[in-house]
């Protein structure tokens, strides 16, 4: 993830309600490298992120979205398994997340790639406000 990036990423975020809505100063801390994060492009145009940060042996996944007009394409796939490969050089274990208790499509993504619900925050998500599903994946 890139400066440059930082108002494409706020665009894809804006089409995509349902994730973690940050600022333009929180994207500027990934680009910092206080926490991990990627970008895919198609046609030099930003379509999808994914921000996380490592936890001891685990990777969390903070932000993730694919604009809604390149979903189901294969850009959230790689954009995973680009965070898991980075896991990957410091051994981690699992990654880790949270996710909407609503938002289907993303519990369908994350089940499709080994995600299974471990737990619950209640009541976790403003605007709505919303419980929140607590997922992981083993790291083979």
């Not at 894809?12 to 994060?37: F, H, K, L, N, S």
């Not at 051994?91 to 609503?102: D, F, G, P, T």
């Amino acid at each position: 993830m890139e400066e440059r990036d930082i108002e494409s990423i706020l665009a894809i975020q804006a089409a995509c309600p349902e994730i973690a809505q940050w600022t333009a100063w929180d994207y500027d801390r990934v680009v910092r490298e206080e926490m991990a994060g990627w970008t895919a492009e198609e046609e030099s145009r930003v379509t999808g992120f994914i921000v996380a940060r490592r936890v001891v042996s685990e990777i969390e996944i903070l932000n993730f979205a694919v604009h809604p007009a390149e979903q189901r394409h294969g850009t959230g796939a790689a954009l995973l398994q680009e965070t898991i490969a980075w896991g990957k050089t410091f051994s981690a274990v699992q990654v880790i997340l949270e996710v909407r208790a609503s938002n289907a499509a993303a519990l369908r993504f994350y089940e499709r790639h080994s995600f299974r619900v471990t737990g619950k925050r209640a009541r976790y998500y403003d605007s709505p406000r919303e419980d929140a599903l607590l997922l992981n994946a083993p790291l083979a």
